[in-house]
């Protein structure tokens, strides 16, 4: 199992899940730290989950889509600022083949 952080900017964080060859993103602002995470651990995400739509913690996530093909996870309500591939409003969990992530609104 992983679960990492880095910290970017003045106080923001981006977070790594993952099991075996499935993982994910979380507030990806900044995609160089991001991508370095991810590689520092060998994972490959496929998601990118946003906790909400606010740039700072969304700003990378144009590249990583881009850069890995990975969707992404967020509320529809923050789709004014960035637009999610699937909404996660009324979600109680989140299944990417092993990665088992609870959901709390």
Known sequence: MIFDRRRYGKDNYVYLLGEGADAALVDPGDPVVALGMAAAHGAHP???IHTHGHPDHTGGTTLLRA???ARVLGHAADAGWFKPDQ???GR???VEGALRIRVHE
Do not use: F, H, S, T
């Open 87 to 89: 909404d996660l409003a």
């Open 92 to 94: 109680a969990e989140i």
């Open 46 to 48: 496929r998601l990118v």
């Open 67 to 69: 850069r890995v093909g």
